[in-house]
């Protein structure tokens, strides 16, 4: 059957007469096989997956979605399931050291199926400092004189039936302090855990949006490179926005497909179910948006996290970091479908930017070119994207650019080595469809220190005396009398932008309209959705400048601008 594996592979990514046929025999043979390692299992189990995401009429999709609603069952993937753990296949464990969020989400979704990892000695001691602040005086006493071991003192401290994940996030959460505090203090514990399979657990197996059309690939696969600036000029066929309970059920589907890749995003984890649409390219491409919850967005940025979808299957995602028509792109897609419409897909994820959020200035941050991603620069990223038409703005990257353009016109052989490709990676590149309008540059690490200038001046270590007088400095500088009608989001808006506000350059000269824009767009940062945020900032004539203010890094990555997901820890 490894032969018949191998025809699948070739041909899945062929399309016309007479291979759909082809797919349907080799399924057929497949379905019946006996795989006899992990990796042919794994290598099947992908196929399918790609065939559900580009089926090329209803009769593959059948089979594919058939053999993988089955796939647990499969006698071989139950022989290698211990090999296939973190697969992401159905029936499979997965392990990872999941981040505050999260392990809240799945501590609540599957408590009978969440437990700490016991193969993983590194964080014991970790757990074990942290018991004493989560149970009783007369609790700590016995740890204490005790000196039991972290598992042991879980196993005494849970309720039957109760895990000692769970118990372990249930302690958490209960402590004093906000979610801030309590997120920093389960993150710095850093604990290993598994997530046993059930009927409902994360899976790449069935990870698909159920309402999702289906959509047949009539045409092969895009393979030719995609004028970026034609395709931003072209909108997406329909934009929905949906319900509370649709965005809902969207988030927790891009949830489970982090847990199931081994990754986190923040703007998934604190994703804001009444900010999420679903936008129509045609022929099978979409893609789930999703805004953050209030207290959760970045301070002068729009964040937005994203699905990838093709036929409703999640083939990638990423973030968009949204400044004025600037937008920070993170695109990764899924190894899986990295055999299909990669430069198409992130053409079109750039048309829907400019058309969902008015972004005309690209932005790729370092770690997307292989700064510190080992997967990036093996993949040859950076050409990738210059190719597509983004440049580097800093003068170094451009020195180092123009000396391999010279080597590649002398050698037509040549190819950047590993060290050159770290080098050019080291900056950010960009693309531009508007050069008749300036595209400022705002570092929010930049703006931090600024923060933290103006209100060490003022209260040193009261920070909330500090913000407190900010906020009141900053409603005179802007002609508002009070923040009546503000709601809870929108006063705590207020209040991180104060320091801000003060340090506005030139902002007591402003006109009265200019400065009761600023009130509108300061409140719209605590308002439903962040995208009107992001269009108030974008028109105001001076907010823009005024923060930037020689701010901008020139594309080196800071601290903030490193991979806006966390890869695998381990």
């Given at each position: 059957?490894?032969?018949?594996?191998?025809?699948?592979?070739?041909?899945?990514?062929?399309?016309?007469?007479?291979?759909?046929?082809?797919?349907?025999?080799?399924?057929?043979?497949?379905?019946?096989?006996?795989?006899?390692?992990?990796?042919?299992?794994?290598?099947?189990?992908?196929?399918?997956?790609?065939?559900?995401?580009?089926?090329?009429?209803?009769?593959?999709?059948?089979?594919?979605?058939?053999?993988?609603?089955?796939?647990?069952?499969?006698?071989?993937?139950?022989?290698?399931?211990?090999a296939l753990a973190d697969s992401g296949i159905a029936g499979?464990?997965?392990?990872?050291?999941?981040?505050?969020?999260?392990?809240?989400?799945?501590?609540?979704?599957?408590?009978?199926?969440?437990?700490?990892?016991?193969?993983?000695?590194?964080?014991?001691?970790?757990?074990?400092?942290?018991?004493?602040?989560?149970?009783?005086?007369?609790?700590?006493?016995?740890?204490?004189?005790?000196?039991?071991?972290?598992?042991?003192?879980?196993?005494?401290?849970?309720?039957?039936?109760?895990?000692?994940?769970?118990?372990?996030?249930?302690?958490?959460?209960?402590?004093?302090?906000?979610?801030?505090?309590?997120?920093?203090?389960?993150?710095?514990?850093?604990?290993?855990?598994?997530?046993?399979?059930?009927?409902?657990?994360?899976?790449?197996?069935?990870?698909?949006?159920?309402?999702?059309?289906?959509?047949?690939?009539?045409?092969?696969?895009?393979?030719?490179?995609?004028?970026?600036?034609?395709?931003?000029?072209?909108?997406?066929?329909?934009?929905?926005?949906?319900?509370?309970?649709?965005?809902?059920?969207?988030?927790?589907?891009?949830?489970?497909?982090?847990?199931?890749?081994?990754?986190?995003?923040?703007?998934?984890?604190?994703?804001?179910?009444?900010?999420?649409?679903?936008?129509?390219?045609?022929?099978?491409?979409?893609?789930?948006?999703?805004?953050?919850?209030?207290?959760?967005?970045?301070?002068?940025?729009?964040?937005?996290?994203?699905?990838?979808?093709?036929?409703?299957?999640?083939?990638?995602?990423?973030?968009?970091?949204?400044?004025?028509?600037?937008?920070?792109?993170?695109?990764?897609?899924?190894?899986?479908?990295?055999?299909?419409?990669?430069?198409?897909?992130?053409?079109?994820?750039?048309?829907?930017?400019?058309?969902?959020?008015?972004?005309?200035?690209?932005?790729?941050?370092?770690?997307?070119?292989?700064?510190?991603?080992?997967?990036?620069?093996?993949?040859?990223?950076?050409?990738?994207?210059?190719?597509?038409?983004?440049?580097?703005?800093?003068?170094?990257?451009?020195?180092?650019?123009?000396?391999?353009?010279?080597?590649?016109?002398?050698?037509?052989?040549?190819?950047?080595?590993?060290?050159?490709?770290?080098?050019?990676?080291?900056?950010?590149?960009?693309?531009?469809?508007?050069?008749?309008?300036?595209?400022?540059?705002?570092?929010?690490?930049?703006?931090?220190?600024?923060v933290a200038g103006v209100l060490a001046a003022r209260s040193?270590?009261?920070?909330?005396?500090?913000?407190?007088?900010?906020?009141?400095?900053?409603?005179?500088?802007?002609?508002?009398?009070?923040?009546?009608?503000?709601?809870?989001?929108?006063?705590?808006?207020?209040?991180?932008?104060?320091?801000?506000?003060?340090?506005?350059?030139?902002?007591?000269?402003?006109?009265?309209?200019?400065?009761?824009?600023?009130?509108?767009?300061?409140?719209?940062?605590?308002?439903?959705?962040?995208?009107?945020?992001?269009?108030?900032?974008?028109?105001?004539?001076?907010?823009?400048?005024?923060?930037?203010?020689?701010?901008?890094?020139?594309?080196?990555?800071?601290?903030?601008?490193?991979?806006?997901?966390?890869?695998?820890?381990?």
């Amino acid at each position: 059957m490894a032969s018949a594996l191998t025809e699948l592979e070739q041909a899945k990514n062929r399309y016309g007469e007479g291979c759909a046929e082809a797919k349907l025999a080799l399924l057929g043979d497949l379905e019946r096989a006996r795989l006899r390692s992990a990796r042919a299992v794994a290598r099947l189990h992908g196929i399918l997956c790609f065939l559900r995401a580009y089926p090329d009429d209803a009769w593959v999709l059948a089979q594919a979605e058939r053999l993988l609603e089955g796939f647990h069952r499969r006698a071989d993937l139950r022989r290698h399931r211990a090999a296939l753990a973190d697969s992401g296949i159905a029936g499979t464990a997965i392990h990872y050291r999941f981040f505050w969020p999260t392990l809240q989400w799945l501590a609540r979704r599957w408590p009978q199926h969440l437990a700490l990892d016991r193969t993983d000695k590194e964080p014991l001691e970790r757990v074990r400092a942290a018991l004493p602040l989560l149970v009783t005086e007369a609790e700590r006493a016995w740890l204490k004189a005790s000196g039991v071991s972290a598992f042991a003192a879980l196993d005494r401290f849970r309720a039957p039936g109760e895990t000692d994940a769970v118990f372990l996030a249930r302690r958490i959460a209960a402590m004093p302090g906000d979610d801030f505090t309590r997120e920093a203090f389960s993150d710095a514990i850093d604990a290993a855990y598994q997530l046993k399979p059930g009927p409902d657990t994360p899976s790449r197996t069935h990870a698909r949006h159920a309402a999702a059309p289906a959509a047949f690939q009539k045409r092969p696969l895009h393979r030719s490179r995609p004028d970026l600036a034609e395709q931003i000029a072209l909108a997406p066929r329909a934009v929905r926005e949906m319900s509370r309970r649709e965005g809902e059920r969207l988030i927790d589907l891009a949830r489970s497909v982090m847990v199931t890749h081994a990754r986190d995003l923040d703007a998934f984890a604190y994703g804001d179910p009444r900010d999420v649409r679903i936008v129509d390219d045609g022929g099978g491409l979409g893609f789930m948006v999703n805004g953050v919850v209030p207290e959760r967005r970045a301070l002068v940025a729009g964040s937005y996290g994203f699905l990838t979808l093709h036929n409703g299957v999640p083939i990638g995602y990423g973030q968009l970091d949204l400044v004025g028509r600037t937008v920070a792109i993170a695109f990764n897609t899924f190894e899986s479908f990295r055999g299909g419409e990669a430069a198409w897909t992130f053409a079109r994820l750039l048309a829907m930017a400019h058309h969902l959020f008015g972004s005309t200035y690209f932005s790729l941050e370092p770690y997307q070119l292989g700064h510190k991603n080992a997967e990036g620069i093996a993949s040859g990223a950076w050409w990738f994207y210059y190719k597509l038409g983004f440049r580097p703005q800093a003068a170094e990257p451009r020195r180092i650019l123009a000396q391999e353009l010279a080597r590649m016109e002398a050698d037509a052989h040549h190819r950047s080595d590993r060290a050159t490709l770290r080098r050019l990676a080291a900056w950010h590149v960009f693309f531009d469809v508007d050069r008749s309008r300036p595209a400022g540059q705002v570092d929010e690490s930049e703006l931090g220190l600024r923060v933290a200038g103006v209100l060490a001046a003022r209260s040193g270590a009261d920070r909330e005396r500090g913000l407190r007088e900010c906020g009141g400095e900053a409603m005179r500088l802007a002609g508002l009398r009070s923040l009546r009608g503000f709601n809870a989001d929108e006063r705590r808006a207020w209040l991180r932008w104060g320091p801000l506000v003060v340090s506005l350059p030139g902002i007591s000269r402003w006109t009265g309209a200019e400065k009761s824009a600023l009130v509108r767009v300061i409140r719209a940062k605590g308002g439903r959705r962040d995208a009107d945020y992001v269009a108030l900032y974008a028109a105001h004539p001076k907010l823009g400048p005024a923060l930037s203010g020689g701010l901008g890094h020139g594309g080196r990555p800071s601290a903030r601008q490193g991979a806006p997901w966390v890869p695998a820890r381990g």
